[in-house]
């Protein structure tokens, strides 16, 4: 079993080897840059090989509408801030200081595996295999909640870009692209499943901001509640579901407020009463960002 562990990219350790680092930052980096070029291709660019036609990201988003469908002008916004932070995390793995290249590498494979899932989801998606684009979302959400819950004590520029940031896009995008992949996504008996699935959103973001004082994702939440609400507006101005989106997105955008500024303040406030075991296993987000 020991000898698993020290086999085991994805096993919790300490320290880190000179051959470790070096295949994390190797890795980290290429599999970053696969996924920003994939993802910013498949965004602007519409290729065409003479054997398949693949459609963009957005234009798939907007031909099989759905209760679901998001704003393309705030996805792409909530994407390119990722990328951007994603890219301090990688740096963080050439930095001189020793800490934070370990706390770094410490997250490196699932953080190269979400990159690999989701280059898999964004092909998938733009040549319309979308029950098995579900899939990868789905094995990706696992990933991604592993890391989470196994490394919540990572510094706060590590966590967002790693850990908060992806896995509050591919909650939202299992239903994203759940809702295109089902018969007659547009239809009534879909859009009644879809105001009834979107208050889980509510649930998720309420459920880190409670048991880990997590702004952070209920930040996240609030951004793509709010991509859906206003596609949802657009496309309906009669119909629940943007009312829905808009609703979750200002209770979970209070509740951010209400964590984020005492933390930044250096005050801690609990939502509810905790021992101190719970409060050693939450999050490093009310500590000062390094």
């Known amino acids: 079993m020991a000898g698993w562990q020290s086999w085991n990219p994805f096993s919790k350790r300490e320290t880190h080897s000179h051959g470790s680092i070096v295949a994390y930052k190797i890795l980290t980096l290429l599999s970053w840059l696969l996924s920003v070029v994939v993802t910013v291709y ?3 660019d519409e290729p065409h090989d003479g054997f398949t036609i693949r459609r963009r990201i957005w234009d798939q988003n907007y031909l ?3 209760a679901f469908t998001m704003n393309h002008i705030i996805g792409d916004i909530y994407w390119v801030v990722l990328f951007i932070l994603q890219f301090g995390y990688v ?4 930095s001189s200081n020793a800490e934070v290249v370990a706390a770094a590498a410490g997250v490196g494979s699932h953080f190269i595996l979400n990159n690999l899932f989701h280059f898999a989801f964004v092909m998938l998606f733009v040549n319309s295999h979308f029950h098995i684009a579900e899939v990868m979302l789905v094995l990706n959400f696992f990933n991604l909640s592993s890391l989470y819950f196994r490394h919540n004590t990572v510094p706060r520029f590590i966590h967002v870009p790693v850990a908060t940031g992806p896995l509050a896009w591919t909650f939202v995008a299992i239903y994203w692209n759940g809702a295109i992949m089902v018969p007659h996504p547009h239809s009534l008996v879909a859009r009644i499943f879809g105001n009834i699935f979107i208050w889980s959103l509510l649930a998720y973001g309420v459920f880190f901001i409670v048991f880990f004082n997590d702004y952070t994702m209920g930040f996240a939440l609030s951004v793509l509640s709010a991509a859906i609400g206003v596609a949802q507006f657009k496309r309906q101005v009669i119909a629940f579901q943007w009312i829905f989106a808009f609703i979750i997105m200002a209770i979970l955008f209070v509740m951010t407020v209400g964590v984020a500024v005492p933390a930044m303040t250096g005050r801690d406030v609990r939502w509810r ?6 409060q050693e296993r939450a999050p490093l987000l009310n500590e000062a960002a390094a």
């Open 42 to 44: 498949y965004t602007v």
């Open 64 to 66: 099989y509408p759905s």
């Open 91 to 94: 740096t963080s793995l050439f």
């Open 273 to 278: 009463r905790t021992r101190v075991t719970d």
